[in-house]
């Protein structure tokens, strides 16, 4: 749930899920697998809003937005590893889908950025 635009703390769970006792790897991974979750929701937010939001209501030529994607791609991809924090992530995520980012790529920067937040936090609190 916190990774979409509803307020939540995956944080805090896996703080106190680590607190219990147990295994580290399985708590980690769950919490990047939720969150990663929570973001492919904003994607396809943003994706299946492609066509309404470009041509409808901002009016937005093809070609601008071809050459948009284009760039996105080419030079906006990496800023994806950052889609974990707060206020800015949720908009990437979106961002990504009006832009079409591939699927694949989207899953694995995105996943890989969360993934090494989480694996930061049970490190520092184990």
């Given at each position: 749930?916190?990774?979409?635009?509803?307020?939540?703390?995956?944080?805090?769970?896996?703080?106190?899920?680590?607190?219990e006792g147990g295994g580290v790897l399985m708590p980690v991974l769950s919490a990047?697998?939720?969150?990663?979750?929570?973001s492919l929701v904003t994607y396809v937010m943003g994706r299946a809003g492609n066509t309404m939001l470009h041509?409808?209501?901002?009016?937005?030529?093809?070609?601008?937005?071809?050459?948009?994607?284009?760039?996105?791609?080419?030079r906006g991809l990496a800023v994806l590893l950052l889609?974990?924090?707060?206020?800015i992530g949720d908009p990437l995520c979106l961002f990504a889908g009006l832009l079409r980012v591939d699927p694949v790529l989207f899953v694995f920067l995105v996943g890989l950025g969360k993934l090494a937040r989480y694996?930061?936090?049970?490190?520092?609190?184990?």
């Amino acid at each position: 749930m916190s990774a979409t635009l509803l307020p939540g703390s995956s944080e805090a769970l896996l703080l106190y899920r680590l607190g219990e006792g147990g295994g580290v790897l399985m708590p980690v991974l769950s919490a990047t697998a939720g969150n990663l979750l929570g973001s492919l929701v904003t994607y396809v937010m943003g994706r299946a809003g492609n066509t309404m939001l470009h041509h409808r209501w901002l009016r937005i030529d093809e070609n601008d937005l071809a050459r948009a994607e284009s760039w996105f791609n080419r030079r906006g991809l990496a800023v994806l590893l950052l889609a974990w924090l707060p206020v800015i992530g949720d908009p990437l995520c979106l961002f990504a889908g009006l832009l079409r980012v591939d699927p694949v790529l989207f899953v694995f920067l995105v996943g890989l950025g969360k993934l090494a937040r989480y694996a930061f936090l049970a490190w520092a609190f184990v």
